[in-house]
T-cell receptor, first 116, second 114 residues
Framework: GAGVSQTPSNKVTEKGKYVELRCDPI?????LYWYRQSLGQGPEFLIY????????DSGLPNDRFFAVRPEGSVSTLKIQRTERGDSAVYLC??????????????FGPGTRLTVL | GENVEQHPSTLSVQEGDSAVIKCTYS??????FPWYKQELGKRPQLIID?????GEKKDQRIAVTLNKTAKHFSLHITETQPEDSAVYFC?????????????FGTGTRLKVLA
């Protein structure tokens, strides 16, 4: 079946602008994660959804970052007043469930965000 | 919180030789340890994983070992091939938060020389 997809694949924006990044998880996966990967680093956790609710947003760096998953499927990561330091690859991952034991997370191809 | 250290940062081996990548973690409550392979510009792909109730797991040329007492786990690739060249990430899953987020290591760039 189809894997996790993310759009756009690349996004170039100017400092101070607002951006939205979209993630389509694998159908039926209830758990969805957002990570951020800077050059030469491992992915860094941002936020986790179980269904429609954000169960853990402890990784969001500040209040400029926000994410939603209104119908428990597609998720959007929103960044306000972008800064050059926000430039990174934003990865989305989904897993069948995350309510009892850790599960394999399947990653999307990422969105490369560049803030000029 | 959980912290994962990974070594070495780069590793070059001759084709056919073995490669070993090591990771240590800090949270003794972590109980799931996946390994991902990431080729340049591509998504991370799971290659093998191990749960804390198992000491070793093998899948063809790839094996992972876990030492819970020492809080370290290692990836072993035997008979390396040029297509094994990529960046490899280990991760640990702290369970205290209940969210099973992954805490990744900083990655190992493996080069297999033909």
């Amino acid at each position: 079946g189809a894997g996790v997809s993310q759009t756009p694949s690349n996004k170039v924006t100017e400092k101070g602008k607002y951006v939205e990044l979209r993630c389509d998880p694998i159908s039926g996966h209830t758990a969805l994660y957002w990570y951020r990967q800077s050059l030469g680093q491992g992915p860094e956790f941002l936020i986790y959804f179980q269904g429609t609710g954000a169960a853990d947003d402890s990784g969001l760096p500040n209040d400029r970052f926000f994410a939603v998953r209104p119908e428990g499927s597609v998720s959007t990561l929103k960044i306000q007043r972008t800064e050059r330091g926000d430039s990174a690859v934003y990865l989305c991952a989904s897993s069948p469930t995350s309510q009892s034991i850790p599960d394999t997370q399947y990653f999307g191809p990422g969105t490369r965000l560049t803030v000029l | 919180g959980e912290n994962v250290e990974q070594h070495p940062s780069t590793l070059s081996v001759q084709e056919g030789d073995s490669a070993v990548i090591k990771c240590t973690y800090s949270d003794s409550a972590s109980n799931y340890f996946p390994w991902y392979k990431q080729e340049l510009g591509k998504r991370p792909q799971l290659i093998i994983d191990i749960r804390s109730n198992v000491g070793e797991k093998k899948d063809q040329r790839i094996a992972v070992t876990l030492n819970k007492t020492a809080k370290h786990f290692s990836l072993h690739i035997t008979e390396t091939q040029p297509e094994d060249s990529a960046v490899y990430f280990c991760a640990a899953t702290p369970t205290t938060s209940g969210t099973y987020k992954y805490i990744f290591g900083t990655g190992t760039r493996l080069k297999v020389l033909a």
